[in-house]
């Protein structure tokens, strides 16, 4: 057997590690980080090393499956598939009209450069408003907030330059997610080892003690919700104490004194007994930060999931803001970005220009709109469930499993079987793909072509890659750009890209997609396919030198727009109270559950591999030794976990790392039928806890998924649990 070693890039998650790829006979025989490398120097997670698993997996769909009457399903050749789901879309289109038609483009989606510009083409063309991806389930304000606040030509300063940086909820060591100026997330640990020898400071703020904060010169451990608390706090301090860029906040910031009387109540003596912090570690904070010279805050996505999670990020804007956080002229700008057309960087602000409300597709729930063109994922199942002008009818599913990433599991399952088309595009029949109509089999990563598109939202660098296949797919495979095309061919839906039209009666190649994507681009395609046939390169000379601000600019950032001085005296107002608060009706709590990572699993994938499996496949429920001591449960132990709306079931563990009076669990685990007889084996899905008509934020529509108020109690074997009438056990609590 002869062995060929190849270049590529991983895409098991958003990072791109660079790989090598052992290959023979058309097989993927091993996968290793590329030592040789400019950016990752060797570096890939244990995900990554998986690929070849991944790849032939017994479990993997190779060709589509059609679900029959009888709830079992049949192997369908991709053109009849195509054929068949067309016909349906054409019929309900008829009926109810485009926007009855909608896709949600999950994780996986966005690890294919193709997918999400070909599914909103397609929505585009179709005339359906109805586009709904993971973005909307955990951090919309990260995408949107910079509209109503503004943004700086130049940029936020990154983690490379800085001298301070400041994480909120942002165990990166972990989620290989990075945040604007947070680690990047190619070998974080040597990152934030190499950075701190050169004298970087971290702050880390997070409810648990995780591997970032054991790293941190300073960590404080809050309470569950209270960023935007510790934020305001901070933020007065550095007023108070004139610690602000006085000069930078004259010429390019409005409202600052709105700003300071809005949140003159969080002292630092109030912040700290809310928050669960000593003192000096607000006042130290705030004073290590401010005093930088350079810095930046940032957030995972954990603050955001919870409470007051867009005032979270609008802080996080202001801190970086007051502070002067942002590269001037003459200096390198952030975040190259060789993949966009090319557009001048300059030190100025560009005033907000928002991107939902009066003027744009309106939700038929909440009041809620489009956020710059995608819907808020959490009014999903709704629209499918009420009835009238614009339900939707169809849900093209791509790459994502809304079963356990949806809030509010059992009105997601319901919503699904009520649909009259479900159709997924998954490599396994995942929670999701079992209840569809039709399941196409997509290639996977290593079987498809590719460019560094998604990552080149937060490269420091200007780095690219373009990889060609590494093996032939072996079985009735699609690219997922291919199951838009296809149903638009049949449609006759036009398809719009930066570079033209897409044909539709000649299929074009993967690589002249990606160049109509990436038309006008910097650094063409062309040159990049070229430039990296012997691995990812960082292009001297690409780098962005911030420019002069016009001199008629008049932009200036919005520190107190209209909503926010309400919002911040809402936040005062809620009650600091001890445990896990109460909810509506005024039932107290002793927890708050908030949501945590795996580093082997990405989400929902990943847990079919064994492999990984044997890394961890039950999803604990991590509580400090104290609480169970006085909750009388046993570490390993299953436990009852009940919020305002649902119950679950968790497996409890003893982690000394978690802050007394919370519950640290991960998201995306289990199924609908998870319940005490197989949690061990499927886990439980917290997002069945979550309400999608309470606790929501009113712009974004996001819902509160982290710091979730909830109830524990040991669970005997024997114990049965009864839920809105349905006859099963705690957790389970969807019917058959």
């Not at 630092?268 to 290590?288: H, K, S």
């Not at 449609?491 to 930066?498: F, G, N, S, T």
Request: hydrophobic share 40%; with cysteine; aromatic share 8%.
């Amino acid at each position: 057997m002869k062995i060929e070693t190849r270049k590529s890039f991983c895409r098991f998650c958003h990072a791109n590690c660079a790989i090598e790829v052992d290959v023979a006979d058309n097989r993927v025989i091993a996968v290793r980080g590329d030592a040789s490398n400019p950016l990752f120097g060797g570096y890939t997670c244990c995900k990554g090393r998986q690929l070849p698993a991944q790849t032939h997996h017994a479990s993997r769909l190779l060709s589509p499956r059609k679900r029959l009457p009888d709830g079992s399903s049949q192997k369908i050749s991709s053109e009849k598939a195509f054929d068949e789901i067309a016909a349906t879309l054409r019929t309900l289109i008829h009926r109810h009209g485009p926007r009855a038609i909608a896709s949600y483009n999950g994780s996986y989606a966005f690890q294919n450069s193709t997918a999400l510009p070909l599914a909103r083409a397609f929505h585009t063309g179709l005339g359906s408003p109805s586009y709904f991806t993971s973005v909307t389930i955990d951090q919309p304000a990260k995408s949107y907030m910079w509209a109503r606040f503004g943004s700086w030509g130049g940029g936020w300063h990154t983690f490379r330059d800085s001298d301070v940086v400041m994480l909120l909820g942002n165990n990166c060591f972990i989620s290989h997610y990075s945040p604007p100026g947070g680690v990047p997330p190619f070998n974080p640990v040597r990152r934030l080892r190499d950075a701190q020898a050169r004298g970087l400071k971290v702050i880390c703020v997070d409810p648990r003690r995780t591997e970032v904060a054991r790293a941190a010169d300073l960590h404080l451990q809050i309470r569950p919700g209270e960023d935007p608390t510790l934020l305001a706090g901070i933020i007065r301090i550095i007023l108070e104490e004139g610690l602000h860029d006085r000069e930078f906040c004259a010429e390019n910031i409005q409202s600052l004194d709105a700003l300071r009387d809005a949140v003159a109540d969080f002292t630092p003596e109030y912040v700290a007994r809310r928050c669960g912090v000593p003192i000096a570690q607000v006042l130290a904070a705030a004073r290590m930060f401010a005093r930088g010279p350079r810095g930046v805050v940032s957030s995972g996505t954990g603050p955001e999931l919870a409470p007051h999670g867009t005032l979270t990020e609008h802080f996080i804007l202001t801190l970086n803001a007051i502070c002067g956080r942002c590269y001037r002229q003459g200096e390198v700008s952030a975040i190259p970005r060789i993949f966009l057309p090319p557009v001048p960087r300059k030190a100025q602000v560009h005033s907000p220009k928002p991107l939902w409300g009066e003027g744009f597709h309106p939700s038929r729930i909440r009041g809620l709109t489009a956020l710059a063109g995608e819907m808020p994922t959490p009014t999903a199942a709704d629209e499918m469930l009420l009835p009238g002008a614009g339900q939707i009818k169809a849900l093209l599913c791509v790459g994502g499993n809304p079963v356990v990433a949806w809030p509010d599991q059992v009105k997601t399952h319901r919503a699904l079987r009520a649909l009259d088309l479900l159709v997924c595009v998954d490599i396994t029949l995942s929670a999701t793909a079992k209840l569809a109509d039709y399941v196409i089999a997509p290639q996977v990563c290593l079987e498809r072509e590719d460019a560094t598109l998604l990552s080149d939202w937060w490269y420091e660098e200007p780095y690219a890659f373009y990889t060609e296949a590494m093996v032939t797919p072996a079985g009735d495979v699609v690219n997922e750009w291919e199951f838009f095309w296809e149903l638009a061919r049949r449609l006759d839906i036009p398809l719009d890209l930066p570079g033209g039209r897409l044909p539709l009666d000649k299929k074009p190649t993967t690589f002249q997609v990606l160049e109509m994507i990436t038309a006008g681009a910097r650094i063409p395609l062309a040159e990049i396919r070229a430039a990296t046939r012997a691995g990812g390169r960082i292009f001297e000379g690409a780098e962005v030198i911030v420019q002069a601000a016009d001199p008629e600019n008049r932009g200036r950032f919005h520190l107190a727009p209209s909503g926010v001085a309400d919002e911040i005296r809402t936040l005062r107002g809620d009650t600091a109270a001890e445990g896990g608060g109460a909810d509506a009706s005024g039932r107290s709590y002793t927890h708050l559950l908030v949501s945590r990572r795996t580093g082997h699993f990405f989400n929902s994938s990943g847990h079919h591999i064994e492999a990984l499996r044997r890394k961890g496949a039950i999803n604990y429920a991590h509580l400090h030794p104290d609480d169970l001591q006085a909750l009388r449960i046993e570490s390993d132990g299953l436990i009852e976990i009940e919020a305002e709306n649902a119950c679950i079931v968790g497996v409890a563990l003893a982690d000394r790392t978690v802050k007394p009076g919370v519950v640290s669990m991960a998201h995306c685990f289990g199924d609908v039928d998870s319940n005490r007889e197989n949690v061990r084996e499927k886990g439980s899905s917290t997002n069945r806890l979550a309400m999608t008509d309470k606790y929501f934020d009113p712009i974004t529509g996001m819902v509160r998924l982290s710091a979730i108020p909830v109830n524990l109690r040991p669970l005997p074997d024997t114990r049965a649990y009864q839920d809105s009438g349905v006859r099963t056990d705690c957790g389970s609590a969807v019917p058959g």
